[in-house]
């Protein structure tokens, strides 16, 4: 027996997929596919703190640019320019130390695209039935489950 995937609640082998309560024994799925599922409130609520997120590290940049442009703007009216760029200086040093501390965030935006921003759905042709195995708004999760599956299949069928 061939192990494919395995998590908490599914379990792709070469002899069958358990998932959500159900054992399909492989030689017994004549057809995979998946489709989009209906989106629930936990994928809205990823989708609209990814834009919350993606808000957040767009405005320190922004607010930067205005006020580098009416610093120059001050110091071109008045002339001096040395305490303009000791501000400027001093900003871009302070913005290089905190750096590092943009990995937090953008890790947290790196997994919000990664789990996903709709529900997956995987079915499967058994008996001449279409019985739904999976749905889940976890990408990486419905993807390698997808491809188990998949090679499962592909494994189980002659010349596969």
Same mark, same amino acid.
């Given at each position: 027996?061939?192990?494919?995937? !395995?998590?908490?609640?599914?379990?792709? *082998?070469?002899?069958?997929?358990?998932?959500?309560?159900?054992?399909?024994?492989?030689?017994?799925?004549?057809?995979?596919?998946?489709?989009?599922?209906?989106?629930?409130?936990?994928?809205?609520? !990823?989708?609209?703190?990814?834009?919350?997120?993606?808000?957040?590290?767009?405005?320190?940049?922004?607010?930067?640019?205005?006020?580098?442009?009416?610093?120059?703007?001050?110091?071109?009216? !008045?002339?001096?320019?040395?305490?303009?760029?000791?501000?400027?200086?001093?900003?871009?040093?302070?913005?290089?130390?905190?750096? &590092?501390?943009?990995?937090?965030?953008?890790?947290?935006?790196? !997994?919000?695209?990664?789990?996903?921003?709709?529900?997956?759905?995987?079915?499967?042709?058994?008996?001449?039935?279409?019985?739904?195995?999976?749905? *889940?708004?976890?990408?990486?999760?419905?993807?390698?489950?997808?491809?188990?599956?998949?090679?499962?299949?592909?494994?189980?069928? &002659?010349?596969?």
């Amino acid at each position: 027996m061939v192990l494919y995937y !395995r998590d908490d609640a599914v379990q792709v *082998t070469s002899d069958a997929i358990r998932a959500g309560g159900q054992v399909i024994p492989i030689d017994e799925v004549t057809y995979v596919w998946h489709q989009k599922g209906r989106t629930t409130l936990a994928v809205r609520g !990823r989708v609209l703190g990814r834009g919350v997120l993606v808000l957040l590290l767009s405005l320190p940049p922004l607010v930067a640019l205005v006020c580098v442009l009416s610093l120059a703007w001050s110091a071109q009216d !008045r002339g001096e320019w040395l305490p303009a760029l000791v501000v400027l200086v001093a900003c871009v040093v302070i913005a290089l130390a905190l750096t &590092p501390f943009l990995e937090i965030p953008l890790g947290w935006l790196d !997994r919000s695209y990664e789990r996903g921003s709709r529900v997956h759905e995987l079915w499967v042709q058994y008996r001449g039935q279409q019985v739904m195995l999976l749905d *889940t708004p976890d990408a990486l999760r419905f993807g390698q489950i997808y491809r188990a599956v998949q090679r499962a299949v592909e494994h189980d069928t &002659p010349g596969g």
